[in-house]
């Protein structure tokens, strides 16, 4: 029987703020990147997402995401000013004849981690997304060059969050917090990426969808 890795249940003990700005990011920026966008067909997901946050929602300093901008986190591609319309197109090509030798997927959420800037919904299981991750990374490669596809290729952790840190704090009460709640699990097919263009200028990370790529040969 394999171990479950730690990131998947083994909680942070302090708390750090998510907002402060990563390199290259200001109000204003835009930028490029693939989720899972959790939207239809998603009731499951959502009421066990809203039963956590109906808790986490009394823990100072933790920023509830709301129902429209919950996603799964999976590539980030560029900002969109170093991107032209050109590869954006030949990018959604690419991506569309590596996924569609993928079949949808169905994972299943249950309890939410404690990570250092984030209250997290781990996929169960999530080879099969880490996996969904490895062929969109290699349809950025196909535009980009090898060198040209931004992030670490390993020790990805696929997750849906459910409330970003904004003041640094330990983790205890939201530990607490977290433990008082039952809910019943959650599953949800993957069937799409969607490639986004998102901003981060109201604190939280909002987007419009440019293109949702099906996972699969179409009907």
Request: proline share 9%; no cysteine.
């Amino acid at each position: 029987m394999t171990t479950a890795p730690d990131w998947t249940h083994k909680h942070a003990d302090q708390l750090t703020d998510h907002w402060w700005w990563r390199p290259g990011w200001q109000i204003g920026t835009r930028f490029y990147a693939w989720h899972i966008n959790v939207f239809e067909d998603a009731a499951p997901l959502h009421r066990l997402a809203a039963r956590y946050q109906a808790e986490l929602s009394s823990v100072p300093g933790l920023d509830m995401i709301p129902q429209q901008w919950l996603h799964l986190t999976m590539q980030g591609v560029g900002f969109v000013k170093d991107v032209t319309t050109e590869q954006v197109d030949a990018l959604l090509e690419a991506a569309r004849s590596r996924l569609s030798e993928l079949e949808p997927l169905k994972v299943r959420f249950q309890r939410p981690v404690i990570r250092p800037e984030a209250i997290a919904l781990p996929p169960d299981p999530f080879v099969p997304v880490q996996d969904i991750r490895y062929t969109v990374r290699a349809a950025i490669a196909d535009v980009f060059g090898p060198d040209g596809v931004p992030d670490n290729a390993d020790n990805y952790q696929p997750h849906i969050s459910l409330a970003y840190v904004s003041t640094p704090q330990p983790a205890s009460v939201t530990l607490d917090t977290i433990n008082r709640v039952t809910a019943d699990p959650a599953d949800l097919t993957i069937n799409a990426v969607s490639l986004i263009e998102m901003h981060r200028d109201n604190r939280m990370y909002e987007w419009r969808t440019v293109d949702a790529v099906p996972l699969g040969h179409s009907a």
